[in-house]
């Protein structure tokens, strides 16, 4: 089983400012990275699809990167709206994990 | 309007079963992969299992096996989650989710719609 590792565990930023998340795996793997953004009593909402790639509708200040084992996802400047827990996911064949999330908040 | 709708969740002693539903609208339903994903009181999100097109492919995480059952009625539009022998630790919040994935290559797009989540409380 693929582990994923998100730090920090909780980021404190101020609006405007850039954040940068980090999800690490436990071993390299060639399946699908995938990053998640969840509100307080929301269902999680698709970002990034396949390490570095938007979904449909989501601002061009979020950006994912990464390969292997290591996994960023970078928000440009951020909005008041953007403060919220970040997940990453992996699937590898067809079984899939989550990180334990990243609570990005108002510093 | 592409929507999902849990419905299902509630109380239950420790041992007992729940059956968890979801319905699938504005999308065709016989299209996609599905998934259970849950999150328990004030926790990070966990993934249950998911189920191919046709219900001919089934997996699941390794805490429910042989206890939790994926299946889906294309004809109804409807995903379900068969849950036996429950224990405290699967309470949570259990959300069904529609999983894009490409039909050629299986290049996966992630889990774009979901639904709003039912609740599941195993207590005695």
């Known amino acids: 089983e693929i582990v994923l590792t998100q730090s920090p565990a909780t980021l404190s930023l101020s609006p405007g400012e850039r954040a940068t998340l980090s999800c690490r795996a436990s071993q390299s793997f060639s399946g699908y990275l995938t990053w998640y953004q969840q509100k307080p009593g929301q269902a999680p909402r698709l970002l990034i699809f396949d390490a570095s790639n938007r979904a449909l509708g989501i601002p061009a200040r979020f950006s994912g990167s990464g390969s292997g084992t290591d996994f960023t996802l970078t928000i440009s400047s951020l909005q008041p709206e953007d403060f919220a827990v970040y997940y990453c996911q992996q699937r590898s064949n067809w079984l899939y994990t989550f990180g334990q999330g990243t609570k990005l908040e108002i510093k | 309007e592409v929507r999902l709708v849990d419905s299902g969740g509630g109380l239950v002693q420790p041992g007992g079963s729940l059956r968890l539903s979801c319905a699938g609208s504005?999308?065709?339903?016989?299209?996609?992969?599905m998934s259970w994903v849950r999150q328990s009181p004030g926790k990070g999100l966990e993934w249950v299992a998911n189920i191919n097109q046709d219900g001919s492919e089934k997996y699941y995480v390794d805490s429910v096996k042989g206890r939790f059952t994926i299946s889906r009625d294309n004809a109804q539009n409807s995903l379900y989650l068969q849950m036996n022998s429950l224990r405290a630790d699967d309470t949570a919040v259990y959300y069904c989710a529609r999983d894009q994935v490409a039909l050629i290559d299986y290049y996966y797009y992630g889990m774009d719609v979901w639904g709003q989540g039912t609740t599941v409380t195993v207590s005695s």
């Open positions: 504005g999308f065709s339903f016989s299209g996609y992969w």
